[in-house]
Nanobody
């Protein structure tokens, strides 16, 4: 299983970015996708997760601080997931990772312990 994130960069506060996770070796319809971030000196935290099929998202969850600002989309059949970051704040700065939970539960979890595969991460830096 290989996960590759892309789309990170430097953006001013209030700006937007879209992160893309490209998965190979795993059918995303058979599990859940998680997005996590890690700021310097802090633990990796869950940002969002989703499960679904084709381009339909059946279940999604967001960390409290990003609700209303971040959204997700996916083409599960094609192995692509996206995290749309809007109205970015300096507190959103960090390395963003996509991950896969290798179980079909019908929902998803923001606990990193349940995830089996991880990408290498992409840096998001928000300047104030």
């Amino acid at each position: 299983v290989q996960l590759v994130e892309s789309g990170g960069g430097l953006v001013q506060a209030g700006g937007s970015l879209t992160l893309t996770c490209s998965a190979s070796g795993f059918d995303l319809e058979d599990g859940a996708i998680g997005w996590f971030r890690q700021a310097p000196g802090k633990e990796r935290e869950g940002v969002s997760c989703m499960s679904g099929a084709d381009t339909r998202i059946f279940y999604t969850a967001f960390e409290e601080s990003v609700k209303g600002r971040f959204s997700v989309s996916a083409d599960f059949a094609k192995g692509t997931a996206r995290l749309h970051l809007n109205n970015l704040k300096s507190a959103d700065t960090g390395v963003y990772y996509c991950s896969i939970e290798d179980r079909r539960t019908g929902n998803c979890d923001l606990d990193r312990k349940v995830y089996d595969y991880w990408g290498q991460g992409t840096q998001v830096t928000v300047s104030s």
